[in-house]
């Protein structure tokens, strides 16, 4: 008699929730408010912004990607580094009228170097376009935040903040 009982307690135990988890959602359904009920919710991403895909699309023209590709050669120290990190040290000028005006610059880690016009530093492929009494002028192509390369102008000044 106690084994039987036993098996009928478990099997009441196994039934009576599974019974009771039918009648339960009956009983929901029945009492809950229209308004309760989930509507049938279907997402359209047509239209939508994509949270994933970054606002500014670098768009490279054939002719263009020749010009943004480094160089298939090591680099030089001068085009490793950006252009406002150096330091103009000194201008270099010859009184033979055959030799152009040189310019001495300076790396953050003490190194000089000679520029001359043409001179290419900077990653973005920059080049000496003048060397004057007190400045060098640089000019490199750079992409802006709207995917137009435009030419970017930098100074180096001999003496930053004093007049000649």
């Given amino acids: 008699m106690i084994k039987f009982s036993g098996i009928f307690f478990i099997l009441l135990l196994i039934v009576q929730p599974a019974f009771a988890m039918n009648n339960k959602n009956q009983i929901q359904d029945e009492f809950l408010p229209e308004w309760y009920t989930p509507s049938s919710y279907a997402y359209s991403p047509a239209g939508v912004a994509d949270p994933f895909i970054p606002f500014v699309r670098l768009s490279v023209r054939e002719e ?22 150096l330091k ?31 001179t290419v530093v900077g990653p973005n492929q920059g080049q000496v376009i003048a060397i004057l009494t007190d400045q060098v002028i640089l000019v490199e192509e750079v992409t802006n935040i709207y995917g137009a390369t435009v030419q970017k102008r930098t100074i180096l000044e001999l003496r930053p903040g004093q007049e000649g």
């Fill in 88 to 118: 103009l040290v000194g201008i270099i000028w010859d009184t033979d009228a055959s030799h152009a005006p040189s310019a001495m610059v300076e790396l953050p880690d003490g190194k000089g170097f000679i520029l001359k016009k043409g």
């Fill in 64 to 85: 263009d990607r020749e010009v943004l590709e480094r160089p298939q050669r090591p680099l030089t120290p001068l085009e490793r580094i950006e252009i406002g990190q």
